[in-house]
């Protein structure tokens, strides 16, 4: 009787045994399974956490190269900019002196303008003084023009000499003698005496000539003779000769070669003023 009663309660032990046992497995796969998870989790985080460390220190070097970058950036920028401040006082200073150079030849200039107006002025101020000194003389035996800032007395041959003379006639000497005493009182102008003939030769043995060159010049001489013993200055006068090279016409009618015959007295007022200014720049 015992023995089938103790056979279910031991029955019943050996079910409740087998039943925990069930139990316990269950929970330990359940364990592993969620241990493998958490092993794949641990994986994963370990590999986004070795991807997060590898993208910090790509940044950080970028970072870096950035720094690095705008470190240089600042020193180019501050180079530059005392290059510049460097190259802009020097331009200022450039400036300045070109300014002052400009100015300083915009006086030159005017006081340039200024001698040349007044030279102006007298050139034609001695045009006017010879004109009347030279009134009643034929306009066809003498002239006085302004040519090149310069003042021309022309004097035909037939008022001053005979054919293949060098001797002045006494209404030459009288026009000259007139001429060198209006001179007198301009001592700043220089006067040169050309000679000048046609474009025929002279005679075959002529006096002391061989050709027109020394006619020519053996004229202009004699003309200063008279010029200086009026009493003008000779360190002021100085003759020349042209002989037949610088026509006013070059025609070889009768008519231009008496044109050609002539004696020009050239007078210049002096430019030294003019020439030291020259002479500055």
């Given amino acids: 009787m015992k023995t089938k009663i103790l056979t279910p309660v031991f029955a019943a032990f050996i079910t409740l045994g087998l039943l925990g046992s069930c139990v316990s497995t269950k929970k330990y ?22 991807e997060l460390e590898a993208e910090q220190a790509r940044l950080q070097t970028e970072r870096d190269r950035l720094t690095q970058e705008k ?23 450039q400036v300045d002196q070109l300014s002052a150079d400009l100015k300083a030849r915009e006086a030159r200039l005017a006081e340039m303008q200024r001698i040349l107006d007044e030279k102006d002025r007298a050139v034609n101020n001695l045009r ?5 000194a030279l009134l009643g003389f ?42 060198a005493s209006a001179l007198q009182n301009q001592p700043d ?10 474009d025929v030769p002279i005679s075959r043995g002529t006096a002391g000539m061989q050709d027109n060159w020394d006619l020519s010049v053996l004229r202009a001489t004699e003309i200063t003779r008279i010029l200086t013993d009026a009493g003008l200055s000779p360190q002021r006068v100085t003759p020349s ?6 026509p006013v016409d070059p025609a070889t009618s009768a008519e231009a070669r008496q044109k050609n015959r002539r004696t020009e007295i050239i007078l210049t007022p002096k430019l030294d003023e003019l020439f030291q200014i020259l002479e500055q720049n």
Avoid at 71 to 93: I, M, P, V
């Fill in 29 to 50: 796969e359940a364990a592993l399974a969620e241990n493998r998870s958490l092993v794949v989790l641990q994986d994963e985080l370990n590999r986004q956490k070795a």
């Fill in 71 to 93: 470190a240089d950036l600042a020193k180019e920028k501050a180079s530059t900019e005392a290059s510049l401040r460097t190259n802009l006082s020097n331009k200022n200073q």
């Fill in 128 to 132: 006017q003084v010879v004109s009347n």
């Fill in 138 to 179: 034929k306009a066809s035996d003498l002239s006085v023009d302004v040519r090149n800032g310069k003042v021309y007395v022309s004097l035909s041959n037939q008022l001053l000499f005979k054919s293949g003379s060098t001797k002045v006639d006494d209404q030459g000497k009288e026009a000259l003698r007139k001429l």
């Fill in 189 to 198: 102008v220089n006067v040169l005496v050309e000679g000048h003939t046609d």
């Fill in 241 to 246: 000769g042209r002989s037949k090279y610088v």
